[in-house]
């Protein structure tokens, strides 16, 4: 039997020696593999067809390989601070958004200002600073801005020419639009005269600043939740509730059904970020792809000052956890995303350029055919909360009140000064 | 070691102390220790006392989630024993294609949660939603679950029960099918209604079954959360918010681990108050059974 075993040893000792070599092969490979984490739209916009791959050009330039996880929004957060809080973690480059920056960033993501000293983005002075001041906390920067969304008017042309209304001008005539060009179709659809993401709080900013240049929520924290604008903002969604101009399901209505119901025809405008023009007009899933074009959020015309709505603008920013693995790989994906040239391949895939000199691009005005209406709102827009630890907790109570004064259990003032009260207690001291 | 075989059960049974210990009691304490802590991503965990149980006892959302909880859990219980009990005794007799009922009414087990509540919330869509077109063309009502809260917990319900029934279901008909012809022929011969027969033979004969299911429905369904979740998310205005979504919402949106162990104890200790009258009940009647 021990004669019969010595081969039968050798064999299991050589497969070992074998399946150790290939495991050290094998990490020799993954050692070169640089996971992200983000949402759909930031792979989309840097391996889209119209603008180019840039992402894959630099992985095979790099001689490495890009794992790319994408989320929801909710879910990238939870998921990114999470690994960015363990002892070790797979993740190297994650994209946060700005409303969930916080203070506590310095103790799990890494500080770039070496890694910029050493191996500078191109032309960084160009990236806005109030971005970077953002993502600067005890004077270190964390973070480099590679996308903003920021809020447009989308506008079912078809809708409006059925229905002989002019594009509207004023944010006035947005409101008495959106009245006229909701009705039921002969086959019983409803078409509604405006949809809005109703779980996003900053739809409310929107009209507040359309109205009245109005904030929620100021970059030193002084909260304006039942400030006379903010009240006005609210009582005008109530009535467009009300009214039947937000559709029914309108309490439930998230991005994806604002998405949908603009792709079936089912609403004449929107306001959402400029990006969201590719998804009304995709050929592949819209009815009414070549028929939706992304305006400028008019200004009242009492609103002084402005040329267009000062709406919200929002960004993302890609972060280096403090404890990945592959930090020199990560910065040289993160530089070579956000160079000049980079910022305009993305800008024609559909992203919102940080670089304000991609909006004098050619490529970027022959192929984006919003993009002098999103440089203009750009001058003016503004972010319309700052990120702050409770911020989740904040934005849940702000909904919640909004959608009490919409089921008309209080008045849009006292829904506003219930949120004053309670939001005022977590923001930070 | 094992000569007088007292430590041969001991040793017999340690592979399963260890799971229980290492799955169970382990995180269970850390729980207890995280619901007395201040913690969240980054931040080193500071003790914080009873802190985490004051500030969800005194939040009104946690009451009203612990009562929407308790509705929706009776209410799918009790309709889900009914049902399965109708449906086990209809499907005790023989009759043509029951293999193909049987198949059907189990089918929804095998259904994943999420598919089922996208397909109930858009045949109940307040604008297209094929059911609330036919309630609106015969009765001219609408299950208005997007708007009106208690519609919102009667969409719920009815979506837990669709989901959950098979369970119920496969538990009493296995019951029901071992309960003694000759035993209720007897009781016929006796004289007794179909009604006597089934209230005092087959009911006395299947009542650990129900008692059994009634424990583990109670317990699965306190943790109600993907039905609310996916559905509306406890909207509109957190009304139709429960204990399962604001444990939720405390972990995976705020971060705030202190608070969401706490939030996951009060419910186990609602869970488990709940099953002790019921295991109390089974207990009894075990003893009583010898």
Same mark, same amino acid.
């Given at each position: 039997?021990?004669?019969?075993?010595?081969?039968?040893?050798?064999?299991?000792?050589?497969?070992?020696?074998?399946?150790?070599?290939?495991?050290?092969?094998?990490?020799?490979?993954?050692?070169?593999?640089?996971?992200?984490?983000?949402?759909?739209?930031?792979?989309?916009?840097?391996?889209?067809?119209?603008?180019?791959?840039?992402?894959?050009?630099?992985?095979?330039?790099?001689?490495?390989?890009?794992?790319?996880?994408?989320?929801?929004?909710?879910?990238?957060?939870?998921?990114?601070?999470?690994?960015?809080?363990?002892?070790?973690?797979?993740?190297?480059?994650?994209?946060?958004?700005?409303?969930?920056?916080?203070?506590?960033?310095?103790?799990?993501?890494?500080?770039?200002?070496?890694?910029?000293?050493?191996?500078?983005?191109?032309?960084?002075?160009?990236?806005?600073?109030?971005?970077?001041?953002?993502?600067?906390?005890?004077?270190?920067?964390?973070?480099?801005?590679?996308?903003?969304?920021?809020?447009?008017?989308?506008?079912?042309?078809?809708?409006?020419?059925?229905?002989?209304?002019?594009?509207?001008?004023?944010?006035?005539?947005?409101?008495?639009?959106?009245?006229?060009?909701?009705?039921?179709?002969?086959?019983?659809?409803?078409?509604?005269?405006?949809?809005?993401?109703?779980?996003?709080?900053?739809?409310?900013?929107?009209?507040?600043?359309?109205?009245?240049?109005?904030?929620?929520?100021?970059?030193?924290?002084?909260?304006?939740?039942?400030?006379?604008?903010?009240?006005?903002?609210?009582?005008?969604?109530?009535?467009?509730?009300?009214?039947?101009?937000?559709?029914?399901?309108?309490?439930?209505?998230?991005?994806?059904?604002?998405?949908?119901?603009?792709?079936?025809?089912?609403?004449?405008?929107?306001?959402?970020?400029?990006?969201?023009?590719?998804?009304?007009?995709?050929?592949?899933?819209?009815?009414?792809?070549?028929?939706?074009?992304?305006?400028?959020?008019?200004?009242?015309?009492?609103?002084?000052?402005?040329?267009?709505?000062?709406?919200?603008?929002?960004?993302?920013?890609?972060?280096?956890?403090?404890?990945?693995?592959?930090?020199?790989?990560?910065?040289?994906?993160?530089?070579?995303?956000?160079?000049?040239?980079?910022?305009?391949?993305?800008?024609?895939?559909?992203?919102?350029?940080?670089?304000?000199?991609?909006?004098?691009?050619?490529?970027?005005?022959?192929?984006?055919?919003?993009?002098?209406?999103?440089?203009?709102?750009?001058?003016?827009?503004?972010?319309?909360?700052?990120?702050?630890?409770?911020?989740?907790?904040?934005?849940?109570?702000?909904?919640?009140?909004?959608?009490?004064?919409?089921?008309?259990?209080?008045?849009?003032?006292?829904?506003?000064?219930?949120?004053?009260?309670?939001?005022?207690?977590?923001?930070?001291? | 070691?094992?000569?007088?075989?007292?430590?041969?059960?001991? !040793?017999?049974? @340690?592979?399963?102390? *260890?799971? #229980?210990?290492?799955? =169970?009691?382990?995180? $269970?304490?850390? +729980?207890? &220790?995280?619901?007395?802590?201040?913690?969240? !991503?980054?931040? @080193?965990?500071?003790? *914080?006392? #009873?802190?985490?149980? =004051?500030?969800?006892? $005194?939040?009104? +959302?946690? &009451?009203?989630?612990?009562?929407?909880?308790?509705?929706?859990?009776?209410?799918?219980?009790?309709?889900?024993?009914?049902?399965?009990?109708?449906?086990?005794?209809?499907?005790?007799?023989?009759?043509?294609?029951?293999?193909?009922?049987?198949?059907?009414?189990?089918?929804?087990?095998?259904?994943?949660?999420?598919?089922?509540?996208?397909?109930?919330?858009?045949?109940?869509?307040?604008?297209?939603?094929?059911?609330?077109?036919?309630?609106?063309?015969?009765?001219?009502?609408?299950?208005?679950?997007?708007?009106?809260?208690?519609?919102?917990?009667?969409?719920?319900?009815?979506?837990?029960?669709?989901?959950?029934?098979?369970?119920?279901?496969?538990?009493?008909?296995?019951?029901?099918?071992?309960?003694?012809?000759?035993?209720?022929?007897?009781?016929?011969?006796?004289?007794?209604?179909?009604?006597?027969?089934?209230?005092?033979?087959?009911?006395?004969?299947?009542?650990?079954?129900?008692?059994?299911?009634?424990?583990?429905?109670?317990?699965?369904?306190?943790?109600?959360?993907?039905?609310?979740?996916?559905?509306?998310?406890?909207?509109?205005?957190?009304?139709?918010?429960?204990?399962?979504?604001?444990?939720?919402?405390?972990?995976?949106?705020?971060?705030?681990?202190?608070?969401?162990?706490?939030?996951?104890?009060?419910?186990?200790?609602?869970?488990?108050?709940?099953?002790?009258?019921?295991?109390?009940?089974?207990?009894?009647?075990?003893?009583?059974?010898?």
């Amino acid at each position: 039997m021990n004669v019969k075993m010595k081969p039968m040893v050798g064999r299991m000792l050589k497969g070992a020696v074998a399946a150790a070599l290939m495991s050290v092969t094998c990490s020799a490979v993954n050692a070169a593999e640089l996971t992200i984490i983000g949402h759909k739209v930031h792979k989309n916009v840097s391996t889209g067809e119209k603008g180019g791959d840039f992402a894959g050009e630099w992985a095979k330039a790099s001689n490495s390989k890009i794992n790319w996880l994408t989320f929801n929004v909710q879910a990238i957060h939870e998921r990114l601070f999470r690994e960015a809080s363990l002892g070790s973690t797979t993740i190297d480059v994650g994209f946060a958004a700005n409303r969930y920056f916080a203070p506590h960033f310095p103790k799990m993501f890494q500080s770039l200002d070496e890694y910029n000293a050493k191996s500078p983005i191109e032309n960084f002075d160009e990236l806005p600073k109030g971005m970077l001041g953002a993502l600067t906390y005890n004077g270190k920067l964390y973070g480099i801005p590679f996308r903003h969304a920021t809020g447009a008017l989308h506008i079912n042309t078809e809708i409006f020419k059925e229905k002989g209304v002019a594009i509207p001008t004023t944010f006035e005539e947005v409101l008495a639009a959106a009245r006229k060009l909701t009705f039921k179709r002969s086959d019983g659809t409803n078409v509604y005269g405006m949809l809005l993401d109703a779980r996003n709080p900053t739809i409310i900013t929107d009209f507040a600043r359309a109205m009245n240049n109005g904030d929620y929520l100021t970059p030193d924290f002084k909260l304006k939740a039942n400030s006379p604008a903010m009240v006005k903002a609210v009582e005008t969604v109530v009535r467009m509730f009300k009214e039947g101009v937000l559709p029914e399901a309108y309490l439930n209505f998230k991005t994806e059904d604002v998405i949908t119901y603009m792709q079936q025809g089912r609403g004449a405008m929107a306001i959402s970020p400029f990006g969201r023009y590719r998804n009304y007009n995709d050929a592949k899933k819209s009815k009414v792809a070549g028929k939706v074009i992304s305006i400028a959020v008019p200004k009242s015309e009492t609103l002084k000052g402005f040329n267009v709505a000062p709406v919200r603008t929002e960004f993302w920013a890609m972060l280096i956890p403090k404890n990945s693995d592959n930090k020199d790989l990560a910065w040289d994906y993160i530089r070579n995303a956000v160079s000049p040239e980079n910022t305009i391949r993305a800008a024609v895939n559909g992203n919102g350029p940080v670089r304000p000199s991609a909006y004098s691009d050619q490529r970027v005005k022959d192929k984006v055919p919003y993009a002098a209406a999103e440089q203009a709102v750009l001058a003016v827009a503004r972010p319309p909360v700052p990120g702050f630890g409770n911020s989740a907790k904040a934005e849940d109570i702000f909904v919640e009140e909004v959608e009490s004064a919409l089921l008309g259990r209080k008045s849009a003032q006292e829904a506003m000064d219930s949120a004053q009260a309670r939001i005022t207690p977590l923001l930070p001291k | 070691m094992f000569e007088d075989r007292k430590w041969l059960p001991v !040793f017999l049974i @340690s592979p399963a102390n *260890v799971l #229980l210990l290492l799955f =169970i009691a382990v995180p $269970s304490i850390y +729980i207890i &220790w995280l619901s007395l802590h201040k913690l969240t !991503f980054g931040m @080193s965990s500071t003790f *914080v006392g #009873l802190d985490n149980y =004051i500030q969800i006892f $005194s939040d009104p +959302i946690f &009451w009203r989630a612990a009562l929407n909880t308790f509705i929706v859990v009776n209410i799918v219980v009790y309709a889900e024993l009914a049902l399965a009990l109708i449906l086990a005794l209809a499907l005790n007799t023989n009759f043509w294609g029951k293999g193909l009922v049987f198949s059907i009414l189990i089918a929804p087990y095998a259904v994943s949660e999420v598919s089922a509540v996208v397909m109930w919330r858009y045949l109940f869509e307040p604008d297209i939603g094929m059911f609330n077109m036919v309630l609106q063309s015969f009765a001219d009502i609408q299950l208005n679950w997007v708007r009106n809260p208690t519609h919102g917990l009667t969409l719920i319900s009815i979506l837990s029960i669709w989901i959950h029934l098979p369970f119920t279901l496969i538990i009493l008909y296995s019951a029901i099918s071992t309960v003694p012809g000759d035993l209720k022929n007897a009781a016929r011969v006796e004289g007794a209604t179909e009604w006597q027969v089934f209230l005092k033979v087959t009911m006395r004969f299947i009542a650990p079954a129900i008692l059994v299911a009634m424990m583990f429905r109670y317990i699965f369904a306190t943790r109600l959360f993907s039905e609310v979740w996916l559905l509306n998310e406890g909207g509109p205005a957190r009304l139709t918010e429960v204990l399962g979504t604001y444990l939720f919402r405390a972990a995976f949106r705020y971060h705030d681990f202190g608070t969401a162990a706490a939030t996951g104890l009060a419910m186990q200790f609602l869970a488990l108050l709940v099953a002790s009258f019921y295991l109390y009940k089974l207990y009894k009647r075990m003893q009583a059974d010898g």
